[in-house]
């Protein structure tokens, strides 16, 4: 909620989109006051612009929501629906929810998924990570412990709705990831050096080459136009989730010590309150980065065991499976070899080869959207 002061000097003003009704907000992006229907409007014909110039769907499509139950998957549930009606996009849309198999978190979080099947009345499908790949993440971190879970979360994730969209046949699948999402990962790419990575994140689809493409209507979102900020911040806004009464979960995940990425978000937050349009600045940054036509990228493949795209002999999903059900719970974490580089050079993995260069590697999850 606005302090007093910034709810009395609110109160004063007109809105300044339709000079007719009372502003209640100033909006984080534009730094507009103005009324709650002018910010639906504003919000939702963003997006839908965003849809529009970017020839995201096709009429008939079956679109596939990633929805975790969260914050920015509601919302995006929500108002693809509405669009999807209001602008006859003539889309076929379903909730796809992963089960990571976090006891207290995913758990309740998809409690909140099969409410919002039946508010927005569009059919939901879970995959788990149980069934998909034998083990759930409350197991994993009892193998690997709460450093670097992320990356075990982030890549079988990734896999899992592509899965989970395969099942339900669908053409495209979209995220939740919002423009503070964005920035965050073009910074983290920059960190890594990770320039294959840093030439795709800021793509609004991706995965058009592999088995299905994902999109991002939120590219250019701010996350404080989609749900209150947090109250800890000190810093309170009246946002879409919020004045749409939406029910969404809201609880960090317990499994979520992800220190680099949380330092990145921390530092964008920071340029943000100086200066609104960092974040926008820094999406168009990543967009606009060329790389040398003489810099060597990483070819497309697939996976010799599961058939799933990859750069490598496996993929990541498989490398890092396979060294859990070996007892080798680092196999593949950070810059560790693996059975892809000790393939290649006929290399034995050793324990304590991978224990060496876990010291050196940051927990950083994917950085792939
Ligand atoms: N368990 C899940 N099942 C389905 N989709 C998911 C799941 N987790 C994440 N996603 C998708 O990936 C997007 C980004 O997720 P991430 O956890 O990085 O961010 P978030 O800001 O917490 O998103 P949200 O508020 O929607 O949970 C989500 O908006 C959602 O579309």
Not at 81 to 94: A, F, I, P, Q
Not at 112 to 138: A, C, H
Request: charged fraction near 25%; include cysteine; glycine fraction near 8%.
């Amino acid at each position: 909620m606005p302090s007093g002061e910034e709810a009395k000097k609110s109160d004063s003003r007109q809105c300044c989109i339709c000079s007719l009704r009372r502003a209640v907000l100033k909006r984080p992006k534009t730094q507009q006051q103005i009324c709650r229907e002018c910010f639906f409007s504003a919000f939702e014909n963003e997006i839908h612009q965003v849809i529009v110039e970017n020839q995201l769907f096709r009429p008939g499509e079956r679109v596939a929501i990633g929805a975790s139950g969260g914050k920015d998957s509601t919302v995006l549930a929500y108002v693809l629906s509405e669009l999807n009606r209001r602008h006859n996009y003539g889309l076929d849309l379903y909730l796809l929810s992963v089960d990571e198999g976090i006891t207290g978190y995913r758990d309740d979080s998809l409690e909140t998924v099969k409410r919002n099947e039946v508010q927005y009345g569009l059919p939901l499908k879970i995959v788990s990570y149980k069934s998909l790949y034998g083990w759930t993440m409350d197991e994993i971190v009892k193998a690997i412990g709460l450093k670097n879970n992320c990356t075990f979360c982030g890549v079988f994730r990734r896999q899992a709705l592509d899965r989970g969209a395969a099942l339900l046949k669908t053409d495209k699948l979209v995220t939740g990831h919002n423009a503070d999402d964005m920035a965050e990962t073009v910074l983290l790419n920059i960190l890594r050096g990770d320039i294959a990575r840093l030439s795709r994140c800021t793509l609004i689809t991706t995965g058009e080459d592999g088995p299905i493409p994902r999109c991002k209507p939120f590219k250019y979102t701010y996350e404080k136009e989609i749900v209150i900020y947090p109250p800890h911040l000190k810093n309170y806004f009246y946002t879409y989730a919020y004045f749409k009464k939406l029910d969404y979960f809201s609880t960090e995940c317990i499994y979520s010590p992800n220190a680099y990425r949380g330092f990145a978000r921390e530092f964008i937050k920071d340029l943000e309150r100086i200066r609104p349009r960092a974040i926008i600045d820094i999406i168009r940054s990543g967009e606009n980065f060329r790389i040398s036509t003489s810099t060597k990228m990483p070819e497309q493949g697939t996976c010799e065991l599961c058939g799933y795209i990859s750069s490598q002999k496996w993929c990541k999903a498989c490398v890092l499976l396979d060294g859990l059900n070996r007892g080798l719970p680092r196999q593949g974490i950070g810059r560790t070899r693996g059975p892809n580089s000790a393939k290649k050079d006929g290399l034995k993995i050793q324990p304590e080869m991978e224990t060496e260069s876990v010291v050196r590697s940051k927990p950083c999850g994917t950085l792939d959207f």
